[in-house]
């Protein structure tokens, strides 16, 4: 069984409490024998897979097979040309370049309000990108927007592969198809 599930922002990608007080998946998800296929932070939001399939959790999860996620990300000001040509390239985090990427700028997506809404500044404008990786190292995009000079304010993974959020709201899940 797989489940697709829109992640809320501050829960936790886990299913056992750290003792933090913070909301895990277990307070969402009522399916016995299902695990994450891979990781959202707890200050970021959107899709995550879920399988109880062990190989299937595995090839989601492990970087060598480079399955592309597709983030909406909400950043500091307006990025340049260069930015958004250096994020397509690839940027130097942690001492090594991540793979090239696809990025550009949209207009602003519809989306639920976060809770708590990102914190506002009068004279620093922001911006939105789509950016796909097809890799998934920790807090990844996070420190590619801020190696360019745009630090994200909002980040909310849209899709995995072929399978996106699209009909869901944060907090709920539904069954997919089996990958």
């Known amino acids: 069984m797989t489940i697709r599930f829109y992640k809320p922002f501050g829960v936790l990608c886990q299913f056992s ?7 895990t998946l277990k307070d969402f998800i009522d399916v016995p024998g299902v695990y994450p ?22 090839r989601l999860s492990n970087p060598r097979f480079e399955h592309s996620k597709t983030y909406w990300v909400q950043v500091e000001r307006v990025p340049s ?3 958004l040509r250096q994020l397509r390239q690839g940027v130097v985090i942690q001492g090594q ?12 997506p519809h989306l639920p309000p976060r809770d708590p809404p990102i914190r506002f500044r009068k004279n620093v404008p922001t911006a939105w990108l ?10 990844q995009v996070r420190r590619m927007t801020a190696a360019v000079g745009h630090p994200t304010l909002r980040l909310v993974r849209v ?5 996106g959020i699209a009909g869901l709201t944060p907090g709920t899940w539904e069954r997919v198809r089996d990958l």
């Open 81 to 83: 040309a260069e930015a």
């Open 130 to 139: 789509e950016l796909t990786i097809r890799e998934g190292r920790n807090r």
């Open 159 to 163: 899709a995995i592969g072929d399978i």
């Open 17 to 23: 409490d750290d003792g933090s007080g913070k909301p």
């Open 97 to 108: 370049r991540t793979l090239t990427a696809q990025a550009r700028l949209i207009e602003e």
């Open 37 to 58: 296929a891979g990781r959202l932070d707890h200050d970021s939001e959107g899709l995550l897979l879920l399988t109880d399939d062990g190989a299937l959790q595995q």
